[in-house]
């Protein structure tokens, strides 16, 4: 991440605070060249959710794990490499990967699903009801 670091250092000296913040930039750009395993990120039925969806061929549900932790999404491929004879060529990968993606505080992951080679994790953005807009009587 040194490399990284000159990006934000003319920015440190007047934020306080932010540490973790700067940390989050430094690791998405030194992530953003991975592009195994394709994904999307879909606006759900409002703008308080999305759905990322990844696509995973050959994969099934044992051979991901999804964890969150620190805002942070990981999912990452646990198979075990197993020596196939009987395959002439692998044009599927099944190859280990770990992709993160960073949430806000105030967005919460309400599950995950795979089917049919897709694995499809649900977000919520929580507005608490104190800034939920609303009407305020005139007395």
Do not use: C, Q
Not at 73 to 85: A, L, P, V
Not at 113 to 126: C, P, R, T, V
């Amino acid at each position: 991440m040194t490399r990284n670091l000159s990006i934000w250092n003319d920015l440190r000296p007047f934020t306080i605070g932010f540490d973790d913040l700067f940390n989050r930039f430094d690791h998405y750009v030194d992530n953003r060249s991975n592009s195994f395993p394709p994904y999307n990120i879909v606006k759900g039925k409002d703008e308080l959710n999305w759905m990322i969806e990844m696509a995973l061929a050959g994969y099934n549900k044992k051979d991901i794990e999804v964890k969150y932790a620190d805002n942070t999404i990981t999912i990452k491929s646990t198979h075990k490499d197993e020596e196939d004879t009987d395959t002439i060529h692998r044009g599927i990968a099944k190859r280990h990967f770990t992709r993160s993606f960073t949430t806000a505080d105030d967005v919460e992951v309400k599950g995950a699903e795979m089917k049919d080679g897709m694995l499809s994790i649900a977000l919520e953005k929580i507005v608490p009801e104190a800034k939920k807009p609303r009407t305020i009587d005139i007395a």
